[in-house]
């Protein structure tokens, strides 16, 4: 418990990691809140017809294909609280309506942010979890058993490693081109995604298996499961949640280039970074280069702060070693 | 070295192996794969979902599928459809078919011996026999037959059948002509043989006279028109390798080895196998080989990944080091900030901003680079940094700077070639990132590479197209480790012995 929290301690420390959990925040909160900040329908409505929290969630086949005068008249007498964007992210709304500014469609900036920072952050959530899952199990059973487990899977990690993540998503979509593209690609950004994981906890394993309190628990009689869990693991795990956290930016960097390609999912920042490249607006490409930029840098400062943080030495005894 | 390099690129057969079957195994299910060109698409579709993924667990042969044919016409009362369509069948499988239905014919009964033989009509009018007509004939074709099967079925036999194939395209004389047709499809697989890219113009007389006679057997009009290029040619040729890859086992009888082998080549699989090894990974829709275009687009993805990798490790490692040697002061953070950033803008951003200011200045393939470059140094500059610090701390490095060397002599003689080793592993692991970062700037520059072809493979359902782009890059995986495990085994000659042990560890 103590090192956990000698680990926050030491993170906090630093003015950079504040700034970036700031940055974090303003972008994670409002992409899980989305529809409070920016929707079509009210966040509550109570009138004659009934009461009705966030209908945009609950019901949004009544709001499908309204236009703003329509949506207006449906709870006309209701009493309503409002989102501040009363404009989601893929409809065109009037001119004083923005927050700050529109693209060349008149949708709302601020509305197709956040809600290409839910597809961002939740495609790295989910596809991180599964290469987790997977990537620990393997690289556990290739590092534990060794011999033939070991040839048989280690040779996969380190190609499936070099592979180029682009081509698998290529496949991938190309193979299910009318089924939610959000889960094909989380499917495929963790099909290559697990190799990394699966590398780390090997190594870590197999350095971990040789000391001495491993040899010391099963002497005394615990069985290989309890040896895995409670004192191999917890010794393997920390590369892999730094790694995991790094993963967090290139994952997402790599979905906004996939989207960028016309290859994701509609709302995303990659889209919004499309749309520059036309004689359009750069007004989308800016906000949706800032947000990805933003949530790169955030994540990629915390991860750094944490990995340095974990290694208590280079912390303690010179903080000019420190990047930043 | 080089032993231990050949052994580490032995593994690209695994890779390449298991990454062709992965990949077939998720483009399989695509509803509807594109057909080859000029193969009727309805058909080809057919013939295709019938075949299982994998493996076929009762290969079919021309014994068979005659054997089936017969069995039809037999079961089906007379006029039926399913009747006519045995005899279609019969007709076309042709002259392949009468080594295997003559012989039998008189153990079946004396009315479906009658109606079988009349289904060989056709076949014996499309061989251009004397008294052709008596095959129509009920009361005469069983005696027709029996009689032509007893004169002629000494030249339904391979060498036979070669050798009237070799003389016809050699010298095209009627006689040898009237040879050819007799053997009818039974000649067809020493037609295909027969067949090879045209070098020079020379060759296109003997090829135009087999692609003749194919087209006269199958009914199939695909030859090679008068003045063409030798290129449109060898499209032609391809066509027809490509048909009788489909076609194959209506015509072929299966023996020994050929049946083994059959269990996989009857397989989409094994077809696809047989399609990407000796047909260059087959055609596109334009007729041309998938593996020529791809060859043609690898040229600018790989120079663009290549020189925007070098590049970004050149400017990086030097910048790390010097880094890490200011460290703490403001050029170390001056440096972290000048990669981190374009790092964070990612390729996408940069790209735009490049084409929107100076891309109508110069090559986009320099800036295609240099913008690659950019998004790319953030990892090296970190790793020779991160590497490079404990070095800097050690005794030795204190006792030489004492003895008076200069921060270039530290930096270059104790500090780099520590710090490039794990620098150089991750070459390997940066590789998806470049190649992400090259199809994007591919799209945004305008260059005609890899990734704009695969994007319009993807819409366009192409799976020729996409599992060539996922052999190349296993291709490309394998490569990059095994060059980053010999730099790293040439900067760091501790690890030698130990990775040329390496294979033999556990044995």
């Not at chain 1, 994981?197 to 190594?203: C, E, F, G, P, S």
């Not at chain 2, 050819?180 to 043989?193: K, S, V, W």
């Not at chain 2, 003997?206 to 194919?214: K, N, S």
Request: charged share 20%.
């Amino acid at each position: 418990m103590s090192r956990r929290v000698g680990v926050g301690d030491r993170m906090a420390r630093s003015t950079r990691v504040r700034i970036a959990l700031v940055m974090l925040a303003a972008i994670v909160l409002p992409a899980i809140f989305a529809e409070l900040i920016a929707a079509d329908a009210p966040i509550f409505a109570a009138g004659p017809h009934g009461v009705y929290v966030l209908p945009a969630v609950v019901k949004p086949a009544s709001y499908h294909g309204l236009d703003r005068a329509g949506i207006e008249a449906l709870h006309d007498e209701d009493f309503a609280v409002w989102p501040v964007i009363r404009c989601g992210p893929s409809s065109t709304c009037p001119e004083g309506a923005h927050l700050l500014g529109a693209d060349g469609r008149g949708r709302d900036l601020v509305a197709r942010v956040v809600y290409g920072g839910r597809s961002a952050i939740g495609l790295a959530v989910l596809a991180l979890a599964f290469a987790t899952v997977v990537g620990v199990c393997l690289g556990a059973v290739a590092g534990y058993l060794g011999g033939f487990w070991d040839e048989v899977l280690a040779r996969p990690i380190e190609v499936v490693q070099a592979f180029p993540a682009i081509v698998v998503v290529a496949v991938v979509r190309a193979a299910f081109p009318d089924q939610n593209a959000a889960w094909s690609l989380v499917l495929a950004v963790a099909a290559v995604r697990w190799a990394e994981v699966a590398r780390l906890v090997r190594a870590e394993v197999i350095q971990a298996t040789a000391e001495p309190w491993v040899l010391a628990a099963r002497a005394i009689g615990c069985g290989h499961w309890r040896v895995m869990r409670r004192h191999i693991l917890p010794q393997a795990m920390r590369p892999v949640v730094v790694s995991t956290m790094f993963g967090v930016a290139s994952v997402v960097l790599l979905e906004t280039a996939v989207s960028f390609l016309g290859l994701g999912v509609d709302g995303s920042w990659g889209a919004m970074l499309a749309e520059g490249l036309g004689p359009a607006s750069a007004a989308a490409t800016v906000a949706g280069g800032l947000a990805l930029g933003g949530t790169v840098l955030a994540v990629y400062f915390i991860a750094d702060a944490f990995e340095e943080a974990l290694d208590a030495r280079v912390a303690t005894t010179s903080r000019e070693l420190q990047l930043w | 070295m080089f032993r231990f390099a050949f052994r580490r690129l032995l593994w690209l057969v695994p890779s390449v192996l298991g990454v062709s079957l992965l990949a077939f195994l998720v483009l399989s299910l695509l509803p509807e794969p594109a057909a080859p060109a000029r193969l009727d698409a309805e058909q080809w579709r057919r013939r295709l979902a019938a075949s299982p993924l994998f493996f076929e667990v009762s290969p079919a042969d021309v014994r068979s599928r005659v054997a089936a044919e017969v069995q039809r016409i037999v079961a089906a009362p007379a006029g039926s459809p399913d009747d006519t369509t045995g005899q279609e069948e019969l007709a076309r499988l042709g002259g392949a078919a009468l080594p295997v239905v003559l012989p039998e014919l008189d153990a079946l009964g004396p009315s479906d011996r009658t109606r079988v033989a009349l289904a060989l009509a056709p076949i014996a009018e499309r061989m251009g026999l004397p008294n052709a007509e008596l095959a129509t004939q009920p009361q005469h074709v069983v005696v027709y037959w029996n009689r032509f099967w007893g004169a002629r079925a000494v030249e339904f036999s391979p060498a036979t059948a070669r050798s009237a194939v070799r003389r016809y395209a050699r010298y095209g004389t009627e006689a040898r002509a009237a040879q050819l047709r007799l053997l009818d499809t039974f000649a067809l697989p020493y037609l295909i043989e027969a067949l090879h890219l045209p070098r020079e113009t020379a060759d296109l007389t003997e090829l135009r006279r087999v692609v003749g006679a194919l087209s006269a057997v199958t009914g199939r009009d695909d030859r090679i028109r008068a003045h063409v290029s030798l290129g449109e040619a060898g499209a032609v040729v391809y066509h027809w390798q490509r048909w009788w890859l489909v076609y194959q086992d209506d015509y072929v009888r299966l023996t020994g080895s050929g049946r083994v082998a059959a269990f996989v080549m009857q397989s989409r699989y094994g077809k696809w196998v047989y399609e990407t090894v000796v047909l260059r990974m087959g055609l596109d829709e334009q007729g041309r080989p998938v593996l020529d275009d791809l060859l043609a687009r690898c040229r600018v993805t790989l120079t663009l990944l290549a020189l925007g990798l070098a590049l970004a490790y050149l400017v990086a490692v030097p910048l790390g080091a010097s880094a890490a040697y200011l460290r703490g002061r403001v050029f170390d953070r001056l440096a972290a900030t000048a990669v981190i950033v374009p790092y964070a803008a990612s390729p996408m951003l940069l790209g735009a901003l490049v084409l929107h200011w100076g891309a109508p200045i110069g090559q986009p393939m320099v800036w295609a680079v240099v913008t690659l470059a950019l998004a790319l140094a953030a990892d090296p500059m970190r790793q020779s940094r991160a590497a490079l610090l404990p070095v800097l701390t050690t005794e030795y490095v204190r006792a030489s700077r004492a003895r008076g060397a200069g921060p270039m002599h530290v930096l270059l003689v104790h500090g780099l070639r520590n710090a490039l080793a794990p620098v150089a592993t991750r070459m390997a692991t940066e590789m998806p990132v470049a190649i992400t970062g090259c199809f994007v700037l591919e799209q945004i520059f305008g260059l005609r590479g890899v990734g704009s072809a695969t994007l319009d493979a993807v819409a366009r359902h192409d799976t020729r197209w996409l599992m060539a782009v996922a052999l190349g890059g296993s291709v490309l995986a394998v490569v990059a480790l095994v060059t980053s495990d010999v730099a790293y085994a040439t900067l760091d000659p501790r690890l030698r012995s130990s990775l040329l042990r390496s294979g033999r560890r556990r044995a």
